[in-house]
Nanobody, 122 residues
Framework: QVQLRESGGGSVQAGASLTLSCAVSGRTVAVMAWFRQAPGKEREFVAAISSAVGSSRSADSVKGRFTISRDRPKSTMSLQMNSLKPDDTAVYYC?????????????????WGQGAQVTVSS
């Protein structure tokens, strides 16, 4: 069993930065990712990273602003968010899975964190 715990959410002004962290416990996972869900919207892909090699991909909406990384010895994953916009306001979820064919799809992931609120005001 895998457990995920997010931390680092908060409320900031537009243009500010925040870092989200996800602590992973239990078994090793192949892929870790961040998704987000704004009120009234579907959960959407933000970024994903391979645990083994560190290769990553990001949604077009966050490219150049958000950076996903992982620390294998510490079993943590982070999302550095810069130049935040009001449209980035959402609950951010950490996700992990073992057999991922499409990292952008929520159905590919077996484990989810409880979510961390990020609020960006203009």
């Amino acid at each position: 069993q895998v457990q995920l715990r997010e931390s680092g959410g908060g409320s900031v002004q537009a243009g500010a930065s925040l870092t989200l962290s996800c602590a992973v416990s239990g078994r090793t996972v192949a892929v870790m990712a961040w998704f987000r869900q704004a009120p009234g919207k579907e959960r959407e892909f933000v970024a994903a990273i391979s645990s083994a090699v560190g290769s990553s991909r990001s949604a077009d909406s966050v490219k150049g602003r958000f950076t996903i990384s992982r620390d294998r010895p510490k079993s943590t994953m982070s999302l550095q968010m810069n130049s935040l916009k009001p449209d980035d306001t959402a609950v951010y979820y950490c996700a992990a899975g073992q057999r991922i064919s499409d990292a952008t799809q929520t159905t590919q992931y077996d484990y989810w964190g409880q979510g961390a609120q990020v609020t960006v005001s203009s």
